[in-house]
DNA sequence: GTCTATATCACGATAGAC
DNA sequence: GTCTATCGTGATATAGAC
């Protein structure tokens, strides 16, 4: 019952959007063609263009999907009166996004110079704001007197590219299951940033 | 008197890894031709084949080339007796590292995928072989009790990660100087490490 | 919505003159 | 060592049939 050709967009719509990313995080945005996306998809290369304008509004729509589902789960966070308890919710939330989706990690991370000015300027405005809600809890710790961090944004910085960087070696069924390696990240945070 | 053919080996081979190294790190070795880089070098494309077999060897050669300078730079650091300053020194050294050559580093960390499997194995060997300099300090510092560090490799890369980070927000001429910068991840670093 | 076919262009790499 | 010219291939994107 196999069709070669008709109408298939509830499914060719979300897997375009699949196999692109899949593809994009393998092989780089620029090493990866249209045809080599159609292909995975099982469609036509011309069939791309009902879904996108162009290659390059498929990678930003992929970009922008998951700052917006970060910044969405970041605002989900419990507001936990104690800034302790608040950087502990974040280190955990964390890790555990960025190793749930390693695929979008890494694309956002990588292939930002592939965007357009215009497109750039948008994701990283996302990001900045990401991380200017770890550097709230920083100092609202610095405030009560329950972190001992001189310099919140170097600090911001820092402790996030150490988290992230758990997405370089981290491989499901290696050593560490998820929940120690939150616990040894948080471990190192916390020695971090209480003197 | 300038001439448009003949012979300019001294100066075509070095500007060619300068510019492959600059177009690289700005675009990305796939979005980069070997046109473009002729262009920049002000050299016709069939020339850059006098200097290398083509453009895959070109890459390996500028990323082996960064992983050859970072290891003969570990090993001239001086081996201190005590492994705090041995810590200390590494920290410094690694951000200066990598701050003094950002467009090496950049592509050390991007273009790792577009390398072919066997110059993959090679360079990923010497990136091992640099993490383990910093892992052998951190347990030299627990069997002395100055550090205290459950996991020595989760606590390396980890390091790493953050450490690394600084060279994607420091600009020279910016709110911190480089020694404000090193003198601030030790503090960070210091921190996490001890009890 | 998908297909086939194609316009237009650029790519990596090579050959042979100078 | 560099040039010009080119081979063979594949890229993005579009047009029009179904």
Known sequence: MARTQGSHAEITGPKIRTEALRLFAESGY????????????????????????????????????????????????????????????????????HLERPQAVFIAYMELRNLTPENFAVIEAQRRDYETGLEEILRAGMATGAF?????????????????????????????????VQDRYWDLTRQMVTA
């Open 30 to 97: 620029a090493a990866v063609s249209m045809r080599e996306i159609a292909r995975a998809v099982g469609v036509q290369a011309g069939a791309l263009y009902n879904y996108t304008p162009d290659k390059q509004a498929l990678l930003f729509s992929l970009l922008k999907g998951h700052m917006d589902d970060l910044a969405e789960a970041l605002s989900a966070l419990p507001r936990a009166a104690a800034p302790m308890e608040r950087l502990q919710t974040f280190v955990h939330f964390h890790i555990a996004f």
């Open 148 to 180: 001992s961090v001189p310099d919140s944004k170097l600090a911001t910085l820092a402790i996030i590219a150490m988290l992230t960087g758990v997405t370089t070696w981290y491989r499901p069924g290696g050593r560490l299951p998820l929940k120690a």
